[in-house]
């Protein structure tokens, strides 16, 4: 089976790194790749968020697989063309891709299918703002604001605060912008991203994992689109992955196939395990990054065969899958500024290692690797549990040199102590 997968990051790198493992797998490429990827498949640069670049390049290299990454494509409908060139594509229809593309069909899939998540409401009128805020956040006994962009921002259209200025210039700032604001209230818990490969009704969840949003340790700074994560959870009960299949994913699948626009692809689960039970935090129509750099690492079954099967519509039919004992934790190494304007175009000295995965990575013509994006390298370890994983995963990093780098030192830190609390299990 030859595999095209489309997109350019540390998540694609994982992807590739294990449909490699796939004995049925003989031939890879990628779209438009990185320095990294250029090492495990072929490379070609097309515009991946054209329908009819993506297909025709899936013709030229034989593919008999698609697999989509980032949600801009799927949210463009690039899934929707490779499948009607008679191809086999892994990501969901543009339609079915709105449960991350609008916040807004999301909440109204989840009403429907009576999923539990945040209250919420559009705000498109600054007129309108203030008078909303008040129904949020501390205003209304509640932790903190939460005002989200409500289409897609790579993760850095969220404000969560308790300081109302601060909510308020967010939301005001969007709006400005002309993008309509989302006020959600504030859920309380520990945060689980839980990945299903989804075929219609059928339901198939990864290892739950989760990620650290925040630029810096304590969570603390602006959000990102994660700078780290780690998988399993030692503080998750057995039970709960099964619970939150079948009162969340799977009533939303089902909901998705009664609106006429069947998901099949990567429904990722944001949650908080709150007192309640878990709710959603959002939806994403994805793997996530960087939570799959660590649960790919530990994925023992053929991914290959599982994405095709979902892709051709024979899910129900895979064996279980199987995982590799122990942890996986990921450290994501960002450049001088972000998730500001990034700083670009500094050489990155020591990534040639086991675990190191590449995001914001090109080759200089010099040869020389150097950085090219915001999140440059995702470093991977593993071990007998947390502790371990993280010894690796850091003892890597700290043998990579990017001038004004910086990465945080607490991932999987409070598990790993047993410090995560919990109310809702
Ligand atoms: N880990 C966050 C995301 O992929 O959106």
């Known amino acids: ?6 997109g350019s990051g540390a998540r694609e790198h994982a992807l590739l790194l294990a449909l490699r493992r796939d004995p ?11 320095a990294g990827t250029a090492a495990v498949a072929d490379q070609y640069d097309v515009d991946v968020t054209s329908g009819d670049a993506v297909t025709a390049l899936a013709q030229r290299v034989g593919a008999d697989l698609v697999v989509i990454g ?12 490779v499948r009607a060139a008679g191809i ?19 909440k109204d899939v989840m009403t429907a299918a009576g999923v539990r998540t945040a209250g919420s409401e559009i705000v498109d009128n600054p007129a309108h703002l203030d008078a909303a805020l008040d129904r949020f956040g501390p205003a209304a006994g ?10 897609l921002a790579a993760g850095k259209g969220v404000v969560v605060s308790a300081d109302r200025d601060a909510a308020r210039a967010h939301a005001a700032g969007l709006l400005e912008a002309g993008h309509p604001v989302l006020l959600e209230s504030f859920l309380d818990g520990p945060e689980v991203s839980l990945f299903c490969v989804v075929d219609g009704e059928t339901v198939v969840p990864l290892l739950p994992a989760q990620d650290f949003k925040r630029v810096g340790d304590g969570d603390t700074g602006p959000n990102t689109g994660g700078m780290g994560a780690y998988t399993p959870l030692p503080w998750l009960s057995a039970g ?26 990567l429904l990722y689960a944001g949650l908080a395990i709150t007192a309640d039970g878990p709710a959603v935090v959002e939806f994403n129509c994805r793997f996530g990054d960087p939570e799959t750099q ?6 023992e079954s053929p991914l290959g065969q599982v994405l095709l099967a979902a892709a051709t519509g024979h899910l129900a039919g895979i064996a279980p899958l199987q995982w590799r004992d122990g942890s996986a934790v990921t450290v994501v190494l960002a450049a001088e500024n972000y998730p500001g304007r990034p700083r670009v175009g500094d050489v990155i000295a020591g990534a040639d290692r086991d675990g190191v995965l590449h995001a914001g990575t090109a080759r200089r013509d010099d040869g020389a690797l150097v950085s090219s994006g915001g999140r440059v390298l995702s470093v991977v370890g593993t071990g007998a549990d947390l502790a ?36 809702g299990q």
């Open 1 to 6: 089976m030859h595999v095209l997968v489309i």
């Open 388 to 423: 371990e994983a993280r010894r690796s995963a850091y003892a890597t990093i700290d043998g990579i040199r990017l001038p004004g780098g910086h990465f945080r030192r607490d991932i999987g830190q409070a598990a790993a102590d047993g410090a995560i609390g919990l109310g």
């Open 240 to 265: 709960m992955t099964a619970r939150i299949v079948d009162e969340i994913v799977k009533p939303v699948a089902s909901e998705l196939v009664r609106r006429d626009c069947p998901f099949s692809g």
């Open 24 to 34: 049925q797998v003989d031939g890879l490429s990628v779209a438009p790749g990185n």
């Open 88 to 106: 086999a594509c892994f990501g969901p229809t543009r339609d079915a891709a709105r449960i991350e593309g609008s916040k807004a069909f999301a």
């Open 294 to 299: 660590a649960v790919l690492a530990l994925l």
């Open 142 to 151: 509640q932790r903190a604001w939460v005002v989200k962009d409500d289409g």
């Open 70 to 81: 980032p949600e801009v494509p799927l949210v463009l409908g690039v899934a929707d063309a």
